[in-house]
């Protein structure tokens, strides 16, 4: 493999890992932030309760963004393990 292959390959898997990164971050940051500006300015919109009346929508979606965070974070990983980890043995 010559030298300017593996540049190219280089900077495809930097170029790969931010994107992922910064978009993954992105997703979580804009959700957990919309979330603590409603709880700050709009506390009654988190009010109504589900589940026959015993828990509360905010705790839900509260819940729901740690589960996405978790999510995200699987997903990241079967992406580096498949995609990127085959960009890192082309070096």
Do not use: A, H
């Amino acid at each position: 493999m010559s030298e300017t292959d593996s540049q190219n390959n280089f900077s495809k898997l930097v170029k790969y890992q931010n994107l992922i990164s910064v978009t993954f971050s992105t997703l979580v940051l804009l959700l957990y932030f919309s979330f603590i500006i409603i709880v700050g300015f709009k506390p009654e919109l988190f009010s109504p309760m589900v589940f026959n009346e015993t828990i509360p929508i905010g705790i839900v979606f509260g819940i729901s963004i740690i589960i996405f965070s978790i999510f995200l974070t699987i997903l990241y990983v079967i992406i580096s393990n498949f995609f990127l980890d085959s960009l890192r043995k082309k070096l």
